[in-house]
């Protein structure tokens, strides 16, 4: 079914819940998979509603309904479905608004401090409902699942070099130090894309999306992706202020965070190594694959934080020098 036949089956579901109303329906916002999202705006209604589109054949709706419903538990700020359809991947949510982290904070940062407060303060209570078995795991098969997308989509089809073997087993020893490191963390529940296109600034603050591939995990690997975002960046100071008053707060909850910060902050460090690794593969399988092309304008970004990484630490030279030897490759034509 093409895009134009789901959206008349969508209003058709659409109508039938609303059978005696008129009702208007425009796009809300863009999404890196297959899901759409429309608003929904009734006639006497103040607020106005969320439909997803979430075509069966690439994307599971239930898994989004079981971790709303876990943020709701907890307290949060999540969407509640309202009404759903499995079978068409339909789905009817309360609205968190039209403005996110990203855009107020790309309009105007001075007010990052108190966003970023109340994204921790949520990101804690979200911590301190985690329950093993409850989600999937975060395990050393999927984290590596995830870094090998570098290579793969990053690296060779979006650069289009050809590693030799020597590359090929630096790359392989970088790889287990990093998962070695993320593996020996605690686990808390992980939102797995926490970061400030995917908050909603509302009340109670914030609102919390895109959270449907929810694990049970190392408990640095949001504070990470909230720190160090795929589209906007912040000055190393602010950033370890954000992170030093997460810290703090989480050891005054009892979470499994430590007492020495240095050890945390080099958790949180090599963390968002894994995750920068992979969204450049990500990012690189968008385009190629599915044929959105502007996620991969971000993609300095995250060669910036992969560099300033693999600089801090000395076990992680061998990935700096491998990185120059990309560019220079790529630079010369690659091996296409």
């Known amino acids: 079914m093409n895009s134009s036949e789901r959206t008349l089956a969508l209003q058709a579901w659409l109508g039938r819940l609303y059978p005696a109303q008129e009702w208007r329906l425009e796009p809300a916002s863009a999404d890196a998979s297959f899901r759409r999202y429309f608003r929904i705006s009734l006639p006497g209604h103040a607020e106005s509603r969320i439909v997803m589109d979430a075509p069966p054949r690439q994307e599971d709706c239930r898994p989004f309904i079981h971790v709303a419903g876990l943020l709701r538990q907890a307290g949060l700020n999540a969407p509640e479905v309202l009404a759903q359809d499995l079978e068409q991947g339909f789905l009817l949510l309360t609205d968190l608004g039209t403005t996110t982290y990203l855009a107020a904070l790309q309009r105007d940062d001075a007010g990052a401090d108190a966003l970023f407060g109340d994204a921790t303060d949520a990101l804690v209570t979200w911590q301190l409902a985690s329950r093993p078995g409850v989600l999937p795991?975060?395990?050393?098969?999927?984290?590596?699942?995830?870094?090998?997308?570098?290579?793969?989509?990053?690296?060779?089809?979006?650069?289009?070099?050809?590693?030799?073997?020597?590359?090929?087993?630096?790359?392989?020893?970088?790889?287990?130090?990093?998962?070695?490191?993320?593996?020996?963390?605690?686990?808390?529940?992980?939102?797995?894309?926490?970061?400030?296109?995917?908050?909603?600034?509302?009340?109670?603050?914030?609102?919390?999306?895109?959270?449907?591939?929810?694990?049970?995990?190392?408990?640095?690997?949001?504070?990470?992706?909230?720190v160090r975002d795929a589209f906007i960046s912040w000055e190393e100071e602010r950033a370890l202020d954000w992170i030093v008053r997460y810290w703090e707060k989480a050891r005054r909850a009892g979470l499994?965070?430590?007492?020495?910060?240095?050890?945390?902050?080099?958790?949180?460090?090599?963390?968002?190594?894994?995750?920068?690794?992979?969204?450049?593969?990500?990012?690189?399988?968008?385009?190629?694959?599915?044929?959105?092309?502007?996620?991969?304008?971000?993609?300095?970004?995250?060669?910036?934080?992969?560099?300033?990484?693999?600089?801090?630490?000395?076990?992680?030279?061998?990935?700096?020098?491998?990185?120059?030897?990309?560019?220079?490759?790529?630079?010369?034509?690659?091996?296409?």
């Open 137 to 226: 795991p975060y395990d050393a098969a999927l984290l590596r699942r995830e870094l090998d997308l570098f290579p793969d989509w990053y690296l060779e089809r979006h650069l289009g070099l050809r590693l030799a073997q020597p590359q090929r087993e630096a790359l392989e020893r970088m790889f287990a130090l990093i998962l070695a490191s993320n593996l020996a963390q605690p686990a808390v529940y992980v939102h797995r894309d926490y970061m400030p296109r995917n908050l909603m600034l509302c009340a109670p603050n914030p609102g919390i999306l895109d959270f449907q591939d929810a694990v049970y995990g190392p408990v640095s690997y949001d504070l990470a992706s909230l």
């Open 256 to 336: 499994p965070v430590g007492a020495d910060f240095g050890e945390f902050y080099r958790d949180l460090e090599w963390m968002g190594l894994q995750r920068h690794l992979k969204v450049l593969g990500i990012f690189a399988r968008i385009k190629h694959r599915d044929g959105k092309p502007g996620y991969i304008e971000d993609a300095p970004r995250f060669l910036a934080y992969v560099r300033a990484v693999s600089a801090r630490y000395n076990a992680l030279g061998p990935l700096a020098q491998l990185l120059d030897q990309f560019e220079d490759q790529h630079a010369a034509g690659g091996n296409r």
